[in-house]
């Protein structure tokens, strides 16, 4: 039988379509045709054709990870970052910002978990850099981070990167994560993720779990294996773990995308969840959403996303028990 199961926390309800579920096996692709690094911006030796530079990691005067604005940037420091809401349904401002790329790899043909340890690290280290930097800005209240991997998910460029977007606003998704857990904190003195956290440590749906971290696909999942990342300790930014917890960070984020690459390589998103600056009632996190299933009208409409892969079973498959 079908289930209606709520978000543990947002008001974001889901349909697990068991009467509909599916096998990993149903979502095997075919492995997509690398394209070919000859028009490809990202690749070493065409950095002038990419935007200005803002962070450089070099092995040997040769760059291991290296980030740059947008030349096609969502947002731009220009301008009052003020929001005007004094008109009545009409609020409106300035895509105030800075909408950067960063090059997760030199090498054209890698995915993601492709990358070793040590790579994904460097990765990390650069998020980090570039989160200090953006939020010292004047104006910004919220720095995004995100990875499209696949047309799916929208990438235009194979070359393995993610995006950074600093804006004037916090998004209202986002915000309402964060007074979600601000109001749980109020009410009962803990984070409801760190609760979270030791429940599904002890449930069928963990994933992975190492000394700094654990991954579990989440009860009310809206997409088909989907994941979610947690330090254990309870920090409110990436920029606050320490060595230890990025090392486990980027072994964890190995591991179970190279599991998920194992379909075929899907298409996904992976999004980080920060706090606002100098927030601290948040729990930092990351979410693997592999986009598998199209969302068609009723879930345009009602916002009820229908999962044809319970997450119990999800679980199973990065587990290896299926």
């Not at 809401?85 to 995915?111: N, Q």
């Not at 981070?145 to 235009?156: L, P, V």
């Not at 997409?223 to 920029?239: A, G, T």
């Not at 998920?260 to 706090?275: E, H, I, M, Q, T």
Request: net charge neutral; hydrophobic share 35%.
């Amino acid at each position: 039988m079908n289930e209606l199961r709520k978000d543990y926390l947002l008001d974001r309800w889901v349909i697990i379509a068991k009467d509909r579920a599916k096998r990993p096996t149903d979502f095997k692709k075919p492995k997509h045709k690398i394209p070919s690094s000859a028009s490809c911006v990202f690749c070493p030796g065409r950095e002038s054709e990419t935007g200005e530079e803002t962070y450089r990691y070099e092995v040997d005067g040769k760059w291991i990870v290296r980030v740059f604005k947008n030349i096609y940037p969502a947002a731009t420091m220009v301008g009052d970052p003020r929001i005007n809401d004094e008109e009545k349904f009409f609020t409106h401002g300035i895509a105030y910002g800075s909408h950067e790329v960063l090059v997760e790899t030199p090498e054209h043909g890698k995915r993601f978990s492709d990358l070793s340890e040590m790579q994904i690290r460097h990765v990390l280290d650069a998020f980090i850099n570039r989160i200090n930097a953006l939020n010292d800005l004047p104006g910004i209240r919220y720095v995004s981070i995100f990875k499209n991997q696949g047309q799916e998910a929208g990438a235009s460029i194979f070359h393995a990167h993610s995006q950074i977007l600093a804006l004037n606003v916090t998004p209202s998704f986002v915000k309402e994560k964060m007074l979600m857990c601000y109001d749980y904190i109020i009410k009962n003195e803990s984070c409801p993720y760190c609760e979270i956290i030791k429940m599904e440590a002890e449930g069928p749906r963990k994933v992975f779990e190492n000394e700094s971290i654990i991954a579990f696909t989440p009860y009310a999942s809206r997409f088909p294996f989907e994941v979610w990342f947690f330090p254990k300790r309870h920090l409110p930014n990436l920029n606050t773990m320490s060595d230890k917890e990025l090392n486990d960070l980027a072994s964890a984020l190995k591991k179970v995308i190279g599991k998920l690459d194992s379909l075929g390589y899907p298409s996904y998103n992976l999004v980080y969840f920060n706090a606002e600056p100098k927030g601290e009632n948040f729990h930092f996190h990351i979410e693997l959403l592999p986009r598998l299933s199209k969302w068609a009208g009723f879930e345009m409409e009602t916002g009820i996303i229908i999962n044809t892969v319970p997450p119990e079973e999800a679980a199973m498959f990065y587990r290896g028990e299926k």
